[in-house]
């Protein structure tokens, strides 16, 4: 049986999860907007991965003996002004994921749980490769500036993105 504290602060991260997937969809509808194809192969892929990241939360903490409360989720943005403003959305969310996931690790260490602990080193590595993802295409985007033929290049480079489902813990 999972501790009340940890398992409180699973299901935080599980309802943050969930609003990571619901704004990287928002992001797919405004690419969508745009008819820029690959950015929109890209939101997809995230989206997937974030709901994998939820789900992989959701069943641990089932399988430890907590109970799931889900919550409202929170309506995102739906406009901006630019892919390079959208990526640096992208980054600064997922700063902001980075810094919950190490808030339930420090959780998992208060109190003593060290099959969490093992559990969220995944996420912890997987958080790394995310912000460096992201990283990548913010950096190409403030290289392009206002070229066209670039941003259409880089577009068609990012449909080549596919999702494989993770293996969490």
Avoid: C
Avoid at 18 to 24: A, D, K, N, Q, V
Avoid at 116 to 140: H, P, R
């Amino acid at each position: 049986m999972i501790n009340e504290k940890l398992e409180k602060a699973f299901n935080y991260q599980i309802n943050r999860e969930l609003y990571s997937e619901y704004l990287y969809l928002s992001m797919q509808a405004y690419f969508e907007r745009l008819n820029l194809k690959g950015f929109v192969n890209w939101m997809t892929v995230q989206v997937q991965e974030e709901h994998a990241h939820a789900m992989g939360m959701f069943d641990y903490l089932n399988q430890r003996g907590g109970k799931v409360e889900l919550d409202a989720i929170e309506k995102p943005e739906i406009d901006w002004s630019s892919p390079l403003e959208v990526f640096e959305h992208i980054l600064t969310h997922e700063e902001l994921v980075t810094s919950l996931i190490n808030k339930l690790m420090d959780v998992a260490e208060e109190t003593k749980d060290r099959a969490a602990i093992s559990f969220l080193n995944w996420y912890l590595k997987e958080q790394v490769e995310e912000e460096d993802n992201v990283g990548n295409v913010l950096a190409t985007l403030r290289l392009i500036g206002d070229d066209k033929k670039a941003l259409l290049m880089l577009d068609k480079d990012l449909a080549t993105r596919t999702f494989v489902a993770p293996v969490i813990g």
